[in-house]
């Protein structure tokens, strides 16, 4: 089969084109003929070296695909050949094949046309786990989300609001915000001209739930505009993930500060997070309460296109791989 691959870390131009042996599948693994494969920020940072694959993963990258299922397992049902799905995986996915265990094997929504579906599970398990397991994210509460142009800012913001949700969002330009406003969302902020912190704290009084990919410097002002018994949920650490703070806010406004990754997870708590979707979020997608957001769709031949444009950070929403 043909699959991404690179031999040595760094920029885009690693990557190429490889003939590799088609995976070899487990007993609770299904094989899947992949046709489309999302990218994703992580695949960018496993690229430059400082994201391994578990241990036992592929080290091929991409972390979510769609296709049709063509070999199953000694403990699947074997009526699962042939049915197309989308998948979250743990590594693989920028392949013409990838394995994956079952437990993260989801049918594509009703609506949804196969390749679309490949930039749904990555994203969609990732805003459920963060805002609405960990979270304890409420109808009527307030959200804000930093990085609300990205795969999963788009993915939060369309969630939230089928859930009735206030949303607040930060972007870096002046094109991400008019594409963000569209979306009828309480505020859209765009930091390179706007602070986030002043507009919260004197305009809306403060949010009660924060999803935050930036670090850095984000941490004191998130915790300063976060409103009692608020929750600061960090998933990623864009700007840094070492900072001098003060504390004392945590104490006074009784905060909960967490943060989590998805890949290294077990399979079974990986279950549980796919049940919830399919029962909570799969009909709002197929009554297209939930949209998709995709941005530009790539031949994989041009997967070195598509790394530059994630890394410019040009995408409003996803990106794909098609093969």
Request: glycine share 8%.
């Amino acid at each position: 089969m043909k699959a991404v691959t690179f031999k040595n870390f760094g920029n885009s131009d690693v990557l190429e084109i490889s003939e590799i042996e088609i995976p070899k599948f487990s007993e609770d693994e299904v094989l899947i003929k992949v046709k489309g494969a999302g990218v994703n920020r992580p695949d960018i940072i496993q690229r430059l070296g400082f994201y391994p694959p578990p241990k036992g993963a592929s080290e091929i990258l991409g972390l979510e695909v769609s296709g049709t299922i063509v070999e199953i397992g000694r403990n699947i049902d074997k009526s699962l050949i042939g049915k197309e799905v989308c998948a979250l995986l743990t590594g693989g996915g920028y392949a013409e094949y990838v394995a994956c265990n079952i437990s993260t094997v989801l049918p594509v929504p009703d609506g949804i046309p196969l390749l679309d579906a490949c930039t749904i599970p990555e994203t969609f398990f990732t805003v459920w786990t963060n805002l609405f397991d960990q979270g304890a994210l409420k109808k009527d509460e307030s959200l804000l989300i930093h990085g609300g142009a990205s795969g999963i800012g788009l993915t939060a913001i369309s969630m939230a609001k089928a859930l009735n949700v206030k949303c607040f969002a930060t972007v870096g330009s002046s094109e991400k915000k008019d594409f963000i406003d569209k979306l009828n969302i309480e505020r859209c902020i765009n930091y390179q001209i706007e602070d986030f912190e002043k507009i919260i704290k004197n305009d809306y009084s403060g949010v009660d739930v924060i999803l935050d990919i930036v670090g850095g410097e984000y941490f004191q002002k998130n915790i300063n505009i976060l409103n009692k018994y608020g929750r600061l949920i960090n998933i990623a650490y864009l700007k840094g993930s070492k900072v001098e703070v003060d504390l004392i806010p945590i104490m006074l406004k009784r905060l909960l500060i967490s943060g989590s990754t998805l890949r290294v997870r077990s399979n079974k708590e990986k279950q549980e997070i796919a049940n919830q979707l399919r029962e909570n979020i799969w009909p709002l997608i197929e009554n297209k309460t939930i949209e998709l957001f995709i941005d530009k769709k790539y031949e994989y031949i041009n997967v070195r296109d598509a790394h530059k444009y994630m890394e410019n950070n040009k995408n409003i929403g996803k990106i794909l791989l098609k093969f």
